[in-house]
């Protein structure tokens, strides 16, 4: 008999009593077949070392499948399994041929790891085009009016980490396809809570972390390289995983993989993937669409409830197609890094992002809790 999703909730969420946790932009917490998955992996390896090594291999593999699935990319030959968001954009940019002349278009709403590293290129004679993401009009407008014949890449969050805007993707995958340019998206703030259609983007690389919206570990994150450009990306990074034979350590030449393995040089974090694995699970068997409708509800929720206080100001865009999970706000009483410490001092989990204080509840957030919490942020003493 298939479980409730609402006692399913009860049995992956473990939260102490009296936290409120509206802080999933920046870490996420972990259901319970995470951490249990993590302490099997350690009990494992304390007492069989790595008997079973081969097993983990093919938790490996899962996972490759689970984020090509979670985009809807080819197969999880197309998915690299890396450190990070950062790694991923640094492949990117340090993996193209530039040319003086060259133009990036980004936001001027980005997270430093989807800014620094372009700019890093300057010293290459590229130039960095920062876009203003005017809320009056179009933001995609503006950013596709910057391109030119020079723009090579664009390069775009999904979510803006401290607006929470919501980008069309589709319609810079279609502009970017349009004009030659090439497509980056970092999709931190948006792959498990938001449905990724990869063939309707159009995206040549996607890189995301789990630890924020999908629930898992820090250090593990996916990194899609459209197949056709694999091999156009330069490698920086050498080691035994990206042989095509592995597992031949005295290879008589050294084979580089044409999967997208070819990205990961040495040994996988194997307990982080196994975290990851058991994180993407849940979220795959409630389905992102789910997950992507109970979210929309407690997001319209907070900013109802922000909208109500008096002493609250909303900064986050809030048209519904703009909306993803991210809410930010200030109080027109209190200066925004003392109400955060309030906040915080109380066990409302949140943080000082654009300004003001941001929210970012989950699907399984409590609508008394978000009510609690948007209380306690509007009033003044």
């Given at each position: ?6 006692d ?15 802080n ?47 985009i ?7 998915i ?92 810079l ?60 990306l ?24 044409h ?91 949140c943080?000082p ?17 978000i ?11």
């Amino acid at each position: 008999m298939r479980i409730s999703l609402e006692d399913l909730i009860k049995t992956e969420i473990s939260l102490k009593p009296g936290l409120i946790y509206l802080n999933h932009a920046a870490v996420g917490t972990w259901p319970s077949r995470t951490a249990e998955a993590v302490r099997n992996f350690a009990t494992e390896n304390e007492t069989c070392g790595a008997q079973h090594y081969l097993e983990w291999m093919k938790v490996e593999a899962v996972l490759r499948d689970q984020f090509a699935q979670i985009i809807n990319a080819g197969s999880g030959d197309d998915i690299a399994i890396l450190k990070n968001t950062s790694e991923a954009l640094s492949f990117v940019a340090y993996g193209l041929d530039w040319q003086a002349g060259d133009n990036v278009v980004i936001s001027n709403q980005e997270f430093p790891s989807n800014a620094m590293v372009w700019h890093s290129l300057k010293a290459k004679g590229v130039e960095v085009r920062e876009v203003e993401l005017c809320s009056e009009n179009s933001p995609e407008d503006s950013l596709i009016n910057s391109m030119d014949d020079q723009t090579k890449l664009l390069s775009i969050s999904s979510v803006q980490y401290a607006s929470g805007l919501k980008m069309d993707l589709p319609a810079l995958g279609q502009a970017c396809k349009k004009n030659k340019v090439l497509f980056c998206i970092d999709a931190i703030q948006s792959i498990g809570i938001i449905p990724f259609d990869l063939k309707a983007i159009q995206a040549d690389f996607v890189m995301a972390d789990t630890h924020k919206w999908m629930l898992g570990p820090e250090g593990v994150a996916l990194f899609y390289c459209r197949p056709a450009l694999r091999e156009h990306l330069r490698l920086h990074e050498y080691g035994w995983h990206m042989l095509e034979d592995m597992s031949n350590y005295t290879p008589a030449e050294y084979e580089i993989t044409h999967t997208a393995r070819r990205f990961e040089c040495g040994s996988p974090n194997m307990i982080g993937i196994h975290a990851a694995n058991a994180s993407m699970s849940l979220l795959l068997e409630i389905g992102v669409d789910e997950i992507e409708r109970r979210l929309l509800q407690r997001t319209q929720f907070t900013i109802d409830q922000i909208s109500e206080n008096a002493n609250l100001e909303l900064i986050t865009n809030s048209e519904p197609r703009r909306l993803a999970g991210i809410i930010t706000f200030r109080s027109k009483t209190i200066e925004s890094q003392t109400l955060y410490q309030k906040l915080m001092k109380n066990n409302v989990i949140c943080a000082p992002r654009g300004g003001g204080v941001r929210f970012s509840p989950h699907f399984y957030t409590a609508f008394d809790d978000i009510k609690a919490a948007v209380h306690l942020a509007g009033l003044t003493g």
